[in-house]
C-alpha cells in the first residue's frame, strides 16, 4: 500500500492486496530462521 492513505472507496479496492502483500512479507520475514 506504499503507505498511501485511503482517500475513497474508488481506491479501496486495490488496498486489500497491496495489504495483504505487505503482511505476507511480515510473515515472511518473522518465519524466516534469523541466523
Do not use: C, L
Not at 7 to 24: F, G, L, N, Q, W
Request: no cysteine.
Amino acid at each position: 500500500s506504499n503507505g498511501a492513505p485511503i482517500r475513497s472507496s474508488k481506491d479501496y479496492p486495490r488496498e486489500p492486496m497491496a495489504i495483504t502483500t505487505e503482511v505476507s512479507i511480515h510473515i515472511d520475514f518473522q518465519g524466516a530462521p534469523r541466523r
